[in-house]
Each structure stands twice: as C-alpha cells, then as structure tokens.
Nanobody, 120 residues
Framework: VQLQASGGGLVQTGGSLRLSCAASGRIFRIDNMGWYRQAPGKQRELVAGITSDGTTNYAESVRGRFTISRDNIQNTVYLQMNSLKPEDIAVYFC???????????????WGQGTLVTVSS
C-alpha cells in the first residue's frame, strides 16, 4: 500500500491550498483517514480526521478554516485549507488505516509529506 500526497506549496497569508492523498496497492477497505502536520522543532500533530462514513474531527487551531473530505471510490483524502496563516507552516502528512485482506486488522500507512509554506 502506498499513499501519495500532493498539493503543498507557497501561499500568502489568507490564501488557500488543497492537499490530496491517494492510496493505492492491495486495499480491501480503508477505515479512518487523516492529515497530520509537523512544524520545525515540534511534534507531529493531528490536523483533521475523517471516518469511513464521513464523520470529521479537527484540531481547534484549524476548525472553521480547513475542511477534510474523502472519495471512497478513488481511495483519496483531501484537505482544503483556507485563510492560511504563518503558523500553519509545516510538512503535512496523510494517514490511512488500511485493511489489505478480509479478516485482517487495519494497519496505519503514511504518505511522504508535502510542505506548506505561508508568507506573511
């Protein structure tokens, strides 16, 4: 199973970016999906998560600005980021809990990370 993230880049304060993360490989089912971020010198933190039935949760710092969504046919998770601030600067990682075969437990897989930079 591979997760390929894309969509990071440089944007001005107040701007928007949309991250995408597509899962491929041997996939029977994907349960929870999410986005995490790691800023320089800080620990990785959860930004937003979404269950297989579409229930979402957000870090307080991004609530109302970021929106997570997923396409269960394409095995893809998105993160729409609006009103970006310099404090959003980080490497963003996608995560998916994947079941590769019926009867097995899910296992967490990670994307390679995509850098988001916000200029002030």
């Amino acid at each position: 199973v591979q997760l390929q993230a894309s969509g990071g880049g440089l944007v001005q304060t107040g701007g928007s970016l949309r991250l995408s993360c597509a899962a491929s490989g041997r996939i029977f089912r994907i349960d929870n999906m999410g986005w995490y971020r790691q800023a320089p010198g800080k620990q990785r933190e959860l930004v937003a998560g979404i269950t297989s039935d579409g229930t979402t949760n957000y870090a307080e710092s991004v609530r109302g600005r970021f929106t997570i969504s997923r396409d269960n046919i394409q095995n893809t998770v998105y993160l729409q980021m609006n009103s970006l601030k310099p404090e959003d600067i980080a490497v963003y990682f996608c995560n998916a809990d994947v079941v590769i075969r019926v009867g097995l437990m899910s296992r967490a897989y990670w994307g390679q990370g995509t850098l988001v930079t916000v200029s002030s």
